[in-house]
């Protein structure tokens, strides 16, 4: 009885505490369907009294938001997939080739990892300038295509990956990125997974870069444009609402698809240390 | 199917480690070779230099006509069994042993029917689709076998592939093994760090220490004829007992070994060596099985055994004359006749009373003689205190000490077997003895002995 009505305490105040986190994205689930002007009235309206498309219309016709969702994908399907070849192949390397200077290198890899994003901000956009990459889709990808903590994540990984494998394959007759090709990449899949979820998030989801590079409505990303669209209507906070309803739900569904091995990786990080 | 030649092969690390020392060994076409060592004296460094996976620091490896110092590994026509399996574990048995004939772009077909016959021969037919941690350990060890055998390669090397077997299984897979080197009549390196592997597997044994080769030879040229006293004390299990003393000759001109820390004398009779080892500090070896029982010494003071003693029963009794440690009255003639009370006393104990006439085929020649000529004394009887005694079944070790020496028999089976405790005597086969010299530790050679 009373282990019963502990897991029923402890239960409730699970459901409480996800139900509290859950409010506001069902709100802003609820408001995107309302008419304008519905959710600043008072008392609040919990669901739409008449549910309408009119905003997300909106976002697509009037606005253009449908450019930037574009821009959105083509950077970040880019830089996720390419960092996570780039990434995944030094990690492989810094773990397992043997080659002069490695661990020196690592080191130094490893010391980048304190300085702070902003910190290289202006280096970098000077950098771009001068190669002539400002306000292009190329600004905004080619800093992401490999990062430290990638390579870092996936070195840790792949350390515990036994090399008499390696040497199986090596006496078997494969090359060197056949080896890391069929046998090393379906073997640390759980840390990709992680990776890329990481990637995805951090690249759609980033602002500060973007805002910086690009200058041009039609090569803004989803975070900028919506952004902008607050300076302009501050007041529609249904037309607002769509709009981020737009920005979250491809990361929830990368989320949801990836979700099973991000867990898995994370756990497997934790254990060996 | 090919001759593998390692001539001066070394391996010295970046940071000028020496793992093996010149390595010269030339294994026929079609031998199973085997490399035993303890860890860490070259012998897996050696057999991945082979592989191509470790390179080759100075001299030369050949394998068939070719010198492949430099050919990387995938085109030496070899495969390798390696310790930890090396399965790929994403990959089905099939995919597994299908691998790399695969990379080297054979027609499906051709894949197929050589994975499929290596499966039968290896009994893993109804595995074939199954993932690698759907196996137990033994059927992993079959399939990393089998991934060698597809590729039908001039030469297997396989690095400690048993290690990680349970006991049962190791002694299955081991005969399994042999089995396959017969009919595929393949050139077998194998490396293992235990005796026995090698022992019973090999046609010829190389043992390493500290990265140098110490002897190679059959296994019973191992275990006869010992080089040095690593060799000697490495193989065969349990090892060798060694006593450091020295050879003198004796007032009848005959030879007699004295131990340096007891009081312990031993005759040698006409041992081939003792000649060659007079007068030099010596380690004498005896193997466990060179010791016998002679009886019990529970209650010396009976003198009843003694007297019971029929004449011209065996040799186990020292001849008059010799010197003979025997400190508690009564033990130096030890042996009863059958009959007597005395329980310890047995009748298949190898030691020493053989009926009159058979011969006993287990001693040198001159042991059977039932009435051994002065000189040519070759068994001593030793006190042992026991510490350990333990039962095999088929054979009992008796573990103990005489002075400070620690000492271990082999002994038949029997219904009561001394205690912990008790005291014993035991029969020295010593004809049979190893001598080696104390200060390099090499076997003692008397003229006209095979080395």
Request: charged share 15%; aromatic share 6%; proline share 7%.
């Given at each position: 009885?009373?282990r019963?009505?502990?897991?029923?305490?402890l239960?409730s105040?699970?459901?409480?505490g996800?139900?509290?986190s859950?409010l506001p994205?069902?709100?802003m689930?609820s408001?995107?369907?309302?008419?304008?002007?519905?959710a600043?009235?008072?008392p609040?309206?919990?669901?739409p009294?008449?549910?309408?498309?009119?905003?997300?219309r909106?976002?697509?016709?009037?606005?253009?938001?449908?450019?930037?969702l574009?821009?959105?994908?083509i950077?970040?399907v880019?830089?996720?997939?390419v960092?996570?070849?780039?990434n995944s192949?030094?990690?492989?390397?810094f773990a397992?080739?043997?080659?002069?200077g490695?661990?020196?290198?690592?080191?130094?890899?490893?010391?980048?990892?304190?300085?702070?994003v902003?910190?290289?901000m202006?280096?970098?956009?000077?950098?771009?300038?001068?190669?002539?990459?400002?306000?292009t889709?190329?600004?905004?990808?080619?800093?992401?295509?490999?990062?430290?903590?990638?390579?870092?994540?996936i070195?840790?990984?792949?350390?515990a990956?036994?090399?008499?494998?390696?040497?199986?394959?090596r006496?078997?007759?494969?090359?060197?990125?056949?080896?890391y090709?069929?046998l090393v990449?379906p073997?640390?899949?759980?840390?990709?997974?992680?990776?890329?979820i990481w990637?995805?998030l951090?690249?759609?989801n980033?602002?500060m870069w973007?805002l910086?590079v690009?200058?041009d409505?039609d090569?803004?990303?989803?975070?900028v444009?919506?952004?902008?669209?607050?300076?302009?209507?501050?007041q529609?906070t249904?037309?607002?609402?769509?709009?981020?309803v737009?920005t979250?739900?491809p990361?929830?569904?990368?989320?949801?698809?990836?979700?099973?091995?991000?867990?898995?990786?994370?756990?497997?990080?934790?254990?060996?240390? | 199917?090919a001759?593998v030649t390692?001539?001066?092969?070394r391996?010295?690390?970046?940071?000028?480690h020496?793992?093996?020392?010149?390595?010269d060994l030339?294994?026929?076409?079609?031998?199973f070779?085997?490399?035993?060592?303890?860890?860490?004296?070259?012998k897996s460094?050696?057999?991945?230099m082979?592989?191509?996976?470790?390179?080759?620091?100075?001299?030369?490896?050949?394998?068939?006509?070719?010198?492949?110092?430099d050919?990387?590994?995938?085109?030496r026509d070899?495969?390798?069994?390696?310790?930890?399996?090396?399965?790929?574990p994403?990959m089905?048995?099939?995919?597994?042993?299908?691998?790399?004939?695969?990379?080297?772009?054979?027609?499906a077909?051709e894949?197929?029917?050589?994975v499929?016959?290596?499966?039968?021969?290896?009994?893993?037919?109804p595995?074939?689709?199954?993932?690698?941690?759907?196996?137990?350990?033994?059927?992993?060890?079959?399939?990393a076998?089998?991934?060698?055998i597809?590729r039908q390669?001039?030469?297997?090397?396989?690095?400690?592939p048993?290690?990680?077997?349970?006991?049962?299984?190791?002694v299955?897979?081991?005969r399994?093994?042999?089995r396959?080197?017969r009919?595929?009549?393949?050139?077998?390196?194998?490396?293992?760090?235990?005796?026995?592997?090698?022992?019973t597997?090999?046609d010829?044994?190389?043992?390493l220490d500290?990265?140098r080769?110490?002897?190679?030879?059959?296994?019973?040229?191992?275990y006869?004829?010992p080089r040095?006293?690593f060799?000697?004390?490495?193989?065969?299990?349990p090892s060798?007992?060694?006593?450091?003393?020295e050879v003198?000759?004796?007032?009848?001109?005959n030879?007699i070994?004295?131990?340096?820390a007891?009081?312990?004398?031993?005759p040698l009779?006409?041992h081939?060596?003792?000649?060659e080892?007079?007068?030099?500090?010596?380690v004498?070896?005896l193997?466990?099985?060179q010791?016998s029982?002679?009886?019990?010494?529970?209650?010396?003071?009976?003198?009843t055994?003694?007297?019971?003693r029929?004449?011209?029963?065996?040799?186990?009794a020292?001849p008059?004359g010799?010197?003979?440690?025997a400190?508690a009255?009564?033990?130096g003639?030890?042996?009863?006749?059958p009959?007597?009370a005395?329980?310890a006393?047995p009748?298949?104990?190898r030691?020493?009373?053989p009926p009159?006439g058979?011969?006993?085929?287990?001693?040198?020649a001159?042991?059977t003689n039932?009435?051994?000529?002065?000189?040519q004394?070759?068994v001593?009887?030793?006190?042992l205190?026991l510490?350990?005694?333990e039962?095999l079944?088929?054979?009992?070790l008796?573990?103990?000490?005489?002075?400070t020496q620690?000492?271990?028999?082999?002994v038949?089976?029997?219904?009561?077997?001394?205690k912990?405790g008790?005291r014993v005597?035991?029969?020295?086969?010593?004809?049979?003895a190893?001598?080696?010299?104390a200060?390099?530790?090499?076997?003692?050679v008397g003229a006209g002995e095979?080395?």
């Open positions: 009885m009373n019963r009505l502990a897991s029923v305490l239960y105040t699970l459901v409480i996800a139900l509290l859950l994205i069902l709100w689930l408001a995107s369907f309302m008419a304008t002007g519905e600043s009235s008072y609040p309206h919990v669901l009294d008449h549910p309408t498309l009119e905003h997300y909106a976002l697509f016709t009037r606005l253009n938001l449908g450019r930037s574009l821009n959105s994908v950077v970040t880019t830089v996720t997939t960092s996570l070849f780039v192949m030094a990690g492989y390397a397992k080739l043997r080659f002069r490695r661990d020196r290198l690592f080191r130094l890899l490893a010391a980048g990892l304190v300085i702070p902003q910190v290289s202006l280096p970098l956009f000077l950098l771009l300038k001068q190669m002539g990459l400002i306000n889709y190329w600004g905004v990808i080619i800093p992401g295509l490999a990062s430290i903590f990638g390579i870092f994540l070195r840790q990984y792949t350390l990956f036994p090399d008499e494998l390696l040497d199986a394959a006496m078997d007759g494969a090359g060197e990125f056949r080896i090709w069929s990449l073997v640390i899949a759980p840390v990709l997974a992680t990776l890329s990637t995805f951090s690249t759609w980033d602002f973007p910086i690009l200058s409505q090569h803004y990303t989803l975070p444009a919506l952004a902008n669209l607050v300076g302009e209507h501050v529609d249904e037309l607002m609402m769509a709009g981020s737009l979250v739900l990361v929830l569904v990368v989320f949801l698809f990836l979700q099973r091995y991000y867990v898995q990786g994370v756990m497997a990080g934790s254990v060996k240390g | 199917m001759r390692l001539e001066g092969i391996k010295i690390y970046e940071n000028g020496v793992a093996v020392h010149g390595v030339d294994v026929a076409d079609g031998e070779v085997v490399l035993v060592g303890p860890s860490g004296c070259g460094t050696t057999l991945r082979v592989a191509g996976l470790e390179s080759i620091t100075a001299g030369r490896l050949t394998i068939g006509e070719r010198v492949v110092n050919v990387p590994p995938k085109d070899i495969a390798m069994v390696f310790q930890n399996y090396a399965l790929y994403h089905s048995v099939f995919q597994n042993m299908a691998f790399a004939l695969k990379l080297r772009k054979l027609p077909a894949i197929d029917r050589r499929r016959e290596a499966a039968d021969i290896l009994g893993l037919g595995e074939l689709e199954r993932l690698p941690r759907q196996l137990s350990g033994g059927q992993r060890q079959r399939v076998i089998g991934r060698a597809v390669p001039a030469v297997f090397l396989f690095d400690e048993l290690s990680n077997l349970d006991a049962k299984l190791r299955q897979t081991r399994e093994i042999t396959l080197h009919e595929l009549n393949a050139t077998v390196l194998y490396v293992t760090h235990d005796q026995v592997e090698a022992m597997m090999g010829r044994i190389v043992v500290a990265g080769v110490q002897q190679v030879d059959t296994p019973m040229g191992l006869e004829r040095n006293l060799v000697a004390t490495f193989i065969g299990s060798m007992n060694l006593i450091h003393g003198t000759v004796g007032s009848a001109g030879a070994f004295r131990a340096a007891d009081d312990l004398e031993l009779g006409r081939p060596a003792a000649a080892a007079v007068g030099r500090p010596v004498l070896g193997r466990p099985e010791l029982l002679a009886g019990t010494d529970a209650a010396p003071s009976q003198g055994r003694d007297a019971a029929p004449p011209g029963t065996g040799s186990s020292p008059s010799t010197t003979n440690l400190p009255p009564g033990t003639s030890s042996a009863p006749a009959g007597t005395n329980l006393w009748a298949g104990t030691s020493s009373t009159p058979t011969t006993n085929l287990a001693r040198p001159g042991t039932p009435a051994p000529l002065p000189g004394a070759q001593g009887m030793l006190p205190q510490d350990a005694v039962p079944g088929n054979e009992i008796l573990h103990g000490r005489i002075a620690d000492l271990t028999a082999r038949a089976p029997m219904p009561v077997p001394p912990p008790e005597i035991l029969a020295v086969d010593s004809a049979g190893h001598i080696f010299d200060t390099s530790g090499a076997r003692v095979i080395a």
